[in-house]
């Protein structure tokens, strides 16, 4: 493996028939040898490129602009802007990162209904045009700021199977968009589209196809005030792991059906997402060390022998936790389980037990209840699909530092981002080999597959 720091971020190249799974492996050996054995993160790169040629297979009319919030790593909106996605800011920060990498403005919009003052000002003097909005205050505020800004009224949706719900915070209802539409026209601004978001973490593909249709009617509306419509954001809400309840492709074909029917290809609107957990949650691979253990004994274990069961209880202790890592448990509602590092015997005793994390607080609980087998202080455990929303609002609280970060990508995989940043995507002939090659590149694992006890889900 050597690194490549000539680009806009460091990561190694893989050796050929190596993949990102190796590397964990290769990082746990190193580690295994000296007692710093700090948790580490292994992100493969090509696992973004590989999802962006899955979306542009699924969704050819949707433009994503990557929602900066679910990762903001350098490395992964670098790889991205590469391969020409837009993106959503939600903040002046935001807007600054993805523009130090020579991002046109044109390719962001700021995603944000509620924003700073200053921060609609940085946007004007930016360059950033296209902005949501759900209210009457946001308009007068955009209106005395940001002269040139191209608006996009964000409309609520039934977002109540979503993991995490957003509509109980941002979007207009229907019924009172007429109102902020001809306030607009008052105000002498410029909406030029619609946009929504069904929820982070969508269980329902119904929700999209609502939504579109909602759309619809607000686009009406904006036509008839003689507003310009012509951009349509469908938001986010796609998963980011082939083990979440609802497949992408099931979701594809709903949107597309109803882009159809509500937005056909001749109507001349642009059709743009914001999705954040489908590009990068699966790219991430999460390493902690168990740091400490405590055993608890059944008081009245007699009963539990005659069932065959374990009469004790196990706690681990691990170097990342909820104020690390672990917070989208608390703000993601996500469940992680691991998978063990060293292979288990086939007849070994697995164990009631809990997994906690570093800090001194009692809240700072990984997982609940879990069957894993006696395991010591100094063994590995792993965590996959840890890339959305993890990283990103993490803390230091208690003195416990991030985790190490690795970026890897194979040969193929950075000539291939390099040839779609000079020529574009392949043709839609030449996809499904590019497609083929790029997912081949990532071997199978070293790791022991997970049993089904300890099976790692992240929705
Ligand atoms: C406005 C907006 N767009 C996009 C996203 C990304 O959503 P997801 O990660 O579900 O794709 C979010 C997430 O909170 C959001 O608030």
């Given amino acids: 493996m050597n690194t490549n720091a000539s680009s806009e971020f460091e990561f190694s190249f893989l050796d050929e028939g190596f993949s990102a799974r190796d590397i ?17 993160y292994v992100c493969d790169l090509g696992d973004v490129l590989k999802k962006h040629l899955r979306w542009v297979r699924a969704l050819p009319r949707i433009t994503p602009f990557y929602a900066v919030k679910c ?26 990162l993805v523009q130090s990498l020579g991002v046109d403005p044109s390719r962001i919009i700021y995603a944000n209904p509620c924003k700073q003052v200053s921060q609609i000002k940085y946007a004007s003097a930016h360059g950033v045009q296209m902005m949501t909005f759900d ?54 601004l410029d909406v030029v589209g619609v946009s929504f978001h069904v929820g982070s973490g969508c269980t329902d593909p119904q929700t999209y196809s609502q939504a579109i249709a909602d759309a619809r009617c607000v686009f009406d509306m904006g036509v008839e005030l003689d507003f310009n ?16 309840e609802l497949k992408f492709e099931e979701i594809t074909v709903v949107i597309n059906t109803a882009l159809d029917k509500y937005f056909p290809p001749d109507a001349g ?21 168990i740091i400490a253990k405590k055993v608890l004994m059944d008081d009245d ?15 681990y202790y691990v170097n990342d936790g909820v104020y690390g890592s672990f917070n989208c ?7 992680c389980l691991p998978i063990l590092h060293k292979k288990p015997k086939p007849d070994e005793t697995m164990y009631p037990c809990s997994i906690w994390g570093p800090t001194c607080d009692g809240l700072d609980r990984i997982v609940e209840q879990c069957d894993l087998p006696d395991l010591q202080v100094g063994d590995w455990l792993v965590f996959e699909n840890m890339g959305a929303y993890t990283v990103a609002a993490s803390s230091t609280f208690n003195g416990f530092q991030r985790p190490d970060m690795h970026y890897v990508m194979s040969r193929h995989v950075w000539q291939h981002v390099q040839e779609i940043n000079i020529k574009g995507l392949p043709s839609p002939a030449e996809m499904t080999s590019a497609f ?16 089904k006890q300890c099976q790692t889900r992240v929705v």
Avoid: W
């Avoid at 492996?25 to 054995?37: A, G, L, M, W, Y």
């Avoid at 274990?301 to 706690?315: H, I, P, Y």
């Avoid at 448990?329 to 469940?335: K, M, N, P, Q, V």
């Avoid at 083929?436 to 790791?447: D, F, I, K, N, Y």
């Fill in 24 to 40: 964990v492996e290769q990082k746990i050996n190193e580690s295994s040898s000296t007692d710093d054995r700090d948790a580490f």
């Fill in 71 to 96: 990762n903001d790593s350098r490395a992964v909106v670098a790889t991205l802007a590469s391969l020409g996605t837009g993106f959503d800011c939600a903040s002046k920060t935001e807007i600054q």
């Fill in 135 to 188: 209210s009457e205050v946001e308009l007068m505020k955009v209106a005395r700021c940001h002269e040139n800004a191209k608006l996009v009224l964000r409309i609520a949706t039934d977002d109540s199977k979503a993991m995490c719900r957003l509509s109980v915070k941002f979007g207009a209802q229907l019924k009172a968009c007429r109102g902020l539409l001809e306030r607009a026209k008052d105000l002498g």
């Fill in 229 to 244: 419509m012509d951009l349509l954001d469908i938001g986010g809400g796609f998963p980011g792991s082939d083990d979440a």
């Fill in 269 to 289: 609107v642009k059709v743009i997402a914001e999705p954040g957990r489908f590009y990068v949650a699966s790219a991430y691979t999460l390493v902690v060390n």
């Fill in 301 to 315: 274990s007699s009963s539990d022998e005659d069932e065959g069961t374990s009469d004790r209880t196990l706690m």
């Fill in 329 to 335: 448990i608390l703000y993601d509602h996500a469940h």
């Fill in 436 to 451: 083929e090659m790029v997912a081949c590149c990532s071997r199978s694992t070293c790791l022991e597959l997970p049993s």
